[in-house]
C-alpha cells in the first residue's frame, strides 16, 4: 500500500532509516527475520492443531518486532533469558529453528533434549537460558546472571523479558532492588501486551508501567515495539550504556498479541474487544510496517518480499518435517541433568564434562 508523503522540514531525518540510523540493509535482515519469526509461529500453531505439540504453547504473533529490535543490536555472548512466550526470542538469540520445534514437539533433538517443551526452551551455545513458566521466576535468575558479569568483569549485559504480570510479583520487586544497589548489567524488558492472561494491566496496577522501577532509581524507558527499526535504535544505545557501567534499565516495550494467551485461548476471548483486536492486527503489525518502509523507498519490491517469504516459510516446514522424523527422548533422559557430582579436581561435573553450564 502507498504512504502519503509530506514535505520534509529543514532538520528533519529523510526517511525512518536515517533517523533510527538503520541501513535499508540492516533493515531487510529484520525483516527476513520477522517473516521467519511469523512462519515459524504458524507452523508451530498448525502443529499444535494437529496433535502433534503437547501441552501449553503460547505463540509470540503480532510481537516479533520485540524479538528481533531488541536482540539484533546484542552481542553472541551477551546473555538473554525469558518468559513462557520465547520461541522467536530463541530464534533471535541463535538457537537453530529445528532445534525449537524439536523441543516443542517433544524430541530428543529439541533444544531441551524434548523434556522441556514450549516454554522451557535453553540453549547455552548462544547464551539463552531458557524460557520459565513461573510469572515472574526468570527476573531474580537474570540477576543473578548480572552480578556473574560484574563479578568476573565482564563485557557483556542479559536482557530479562516478561510480561506484564510479572511486575506484580514479589521476585521482581526483591531482583530490582539488588540489581541497583550493585549497579548490574541488566536489561529488564516488560513485553507490554497490555494483557496478563486475561486480564487487562489497567484493572490489577494504578501505576503506569514506566513507574514499576521508579523506587529503585532505575533509569526507564519506553519504545514501541511494533516499530522494529525504533525498537533496534533503542536497544542499540541502551545495551552501550548498560555495558560501559551504566547500571540496571527497565524498558517499557509496548506491543500487541495477535492470537490469544495460548493455544487454548481464543483470539480475543471475551477479554479482549473484537475491534481492538482487528484495529491492531490490521494497522500495527511489525511486519507490514517495515514492509512499506521499504517499498517506499525504494529498497524492496514484490518479488523481493515474496522470495523472503517463501525462504521463510521453508524454514518453518523444514523445522517441522526435523521435529516430526525425531525420536522422542528414551528413559535414560531421566536420570540425564539431575544432578552434578564433584570430579578428582574439585570442580563440578556437569553431563561428564566437567565445565560449568555458566561456561
Avoid at 503506569?208 to 527499526?229: C, R, W
Wanted: proline share 5%.
Amino acid at each position: 500500500m502507498a504512504q502519503t508523503k509530506t514535505k520534509r522540514k529543514a532538520g528533519e531525518p529523510a526517511d525512518a532509516f536515517e533517523q533510527f540510523g538503520v541501513s535499508p540493509e540492516l533493515a531487510l535482515e529484520l525483516l527476513r527475520e520477522m517473516l521467519l519469526y511469523r512462519r515459524f509461529e504458524e507452523k508451530a500453531e498448525e502443529g499444535y492443531a494437529i496433535g502433534k505439540i503437547g501441552g501449553f504453547c503460547h505463540l509470540h504473533i503480532g510481537q516479533e518486532g520485540v524479538a528481533a529490535g531488541s536482540i539484533k543490536p546484542l552481542r553472541t555472548e551477551d546473555y538473554v533469558i525469558s518468559a513462557y512466550r520465547e520461541h522467536t526470542q530463541a530464534l533471535a538469540k541463535g538457537v537453530k529453528p529445528g532445534s525449537v520445534m524439536a523441543e516443542l514437539y517433544g524430541r530428543a533433538t529439541g533444544a531441551s533434549g524434548g523434556k522441556g517443551g514450549s516454554m522451557h526452551i535453553f540453549d547455552r551455545d548462544v547464551r539463552f537460558m531458557g524460557g520459565h513458566g513461573i510469572v515472574g521466576g526468570q527476573v531474580p535468575l537474570a540477576t543473578g546472571i548480572a552480578w556473574k558479569i560484574k563479578y568476573r568483569e565482564e563485557d557483556l549485559v542479559v536482557v530479562c523479558y516478561m510480561g506484564d504480570a510479572a511486575v506484580n510479583q514479589g521476585g521482581f520487586h526483591e531482583a530490582l532492588n539488588m540489581a541497583a544497589v550493585w549497579e548490574l548489567p541488566a536489561i529488564y524488558v516488560v513485553e507490554n501486551n497490555h494483557y496478563g492472561m486475561g486480564t487487562a494491566f489497567r484493572r490489577v496496577s494504578l501505576t503506569d508501567m514506566i513507574e514499576k522501577a521508579s523506587p529503585y532509581g532505575i533509569p526507564a524507558t519506553s519504545v514501541n515495539g511494533q516499530d522494529v527499526l525504533a525498537t533496534y535504535a533503542h536497544f542499540r544505545d541502551l545495551a552501550e550504556a548498560v555495558r560501559n557501567g551504566g547500571g540496571p534499565r527497565f524498558v517499557d516495550v509496548e506491543t500487541y498479541r495477535f492470537r490469544g494467551h495460548s493455544m487454548s485461548d481464543p483470539v480475543s476471548g471475551t477479554y479482549r474487544p473484537k475491534d481492538e483486536v482487528d484495529q491492531k492486527t490490521h494497522e500495527e503489525d511489525p511486519i507490514v510496517m517495515l514492509r512499506e518502509r521499504l517499498f517506499d523507498g525504494g529498497h524492496l519490491d514484490q518479488a523481493g518480499l515474496e522470495a523472503m517469504d517463501t525462504e521463510a516459510r521453508e524454514a518453518a516446514r523444514e523445522a517441522a518435517d526435523f521435529a516430526d522424523a525425531s525420536p522422542p527422548p528414551g528413559p535414560e533422559a531421566l536420570y540425564a541433568n539431575v544432578w552434578a557430582e564433584i570430579n578428582p579436581h574439585g570442580r563440578l561435573n556437569f553431563d561428564g564434562r566437567g565445565e560449568s553450564p555458566w561456561r
